[in-house]
């Protein structure tokens, strides 16, 4: 398997002005690297959306290379986060994003740092682990303790995907086709996911995303639940959900931004695609995070 190391935290695009005003913060998914134009090569560059040439990306690694006695959580990945902008001497930032983890990562950041974004958006993403994602994950853990590091990791791959993907999709792409040697089309598609992410992902990496991924909730260890937490933030939070999602609903979204209060709003996406929309969909991506980069809220300023 690859031991593939992954950078601390990737910097791009133009410098970072004094106040922050141009900075903006990703947080990868669960698979992603940290650099958002490997997963949204469509919007990261000169002339797109995230213009490169005016805007400062900077994309933390959720997982350290070494990690130690304590549990990786969420809340520390975000605290990861704040302590990279600490040592590149950025205080207030305009928008942090996330998707997936990542952006349960960014409910986290805006929790922890109610006072130091303007925006943040959070894109198919709980307030809370859901008990139906937390059994996918066992399933997932279980399939690489049965199986073994390879042949397990690549099932519990396969076992993502099927929750990534809508039954639409699938039937519309494979329906009965099979292979020339009697394989299903959509089990050949499984395989090749499977294989592909053995070669290029770590497995304990992998392994401390799900733990982290379970133990999510924003409102926890005295927050006072999950409005009190992001009722807090002082910028602008923006939930966007997937119609179709069949491992976050569009309603485990609107929960959490209808709880946030009235700094919080909520978009959806219509894609056959599912949770992977949010990956996707570039050009529905595009138009949020366009919209969002283009209003003119205040500037907070660092409480």
Known sequence: MNPRHFPAWRLQGAPPREDGSNVLLFFHSLTGEPDPATWWPGLVGPGKVLDTRSWCLVTPDLVPDQVGDAPLTTRTMAQVAGSVLDRLGIGTIRMAVGGSVGGMVALEWAATYPHRTRDVVVFAAPAVHPAQAMGWNHIQREAIRV????????????????????????????????????????????????????????????????????????????????????????????????????????????????????????????????????????????????????SRRRVLRAG
Not at 168 to 177: S, T, W
Not at 188 to 211: F, I, M, T
Not at 216 to 244: E, M, P, S, T, Y
């Open 147 to 294: 199986a073994g590091p390879e042949r397990g990791f690549a099932l519990a791959r396969m076992t993502a995907m099927l929750t990534y993907r809508t039954p639409d999709e699938l039937e519309e792409r494979f329906g009965q086709e099979r292979r020339d040697d009697g394989l299903p089309q959509v089990a050949s598609w499984l395989e090749h996911h499977g294989r592909k992410l053995v070669a290029r992902y770590p497995l304990e990496r992998y392994l401390h995303l799900l733990d982290a991924m379970d133990g999510h909730d924003v409102g926890d260890d005295g927050r006072g639940g999950v409005g009190a937490a992001l009722g807090a933030f002082q910028g602008h939070l923006l939930g966007v959900g997937i119609k179709g999602d069949l491992l976050y609903p569009p309603e485990t979204v609107r929960s959490w931004c209808r709880q946030a209060g009235s700094r919080a709003g909520y978009r959806e996406i219509e894609s056959v695609h599912g949770h992977d929309a949010f990956l996707l969909e570039e050009g529905a991506v595009a138009e949020i995070l366009g919209g969002v980069l283009a």
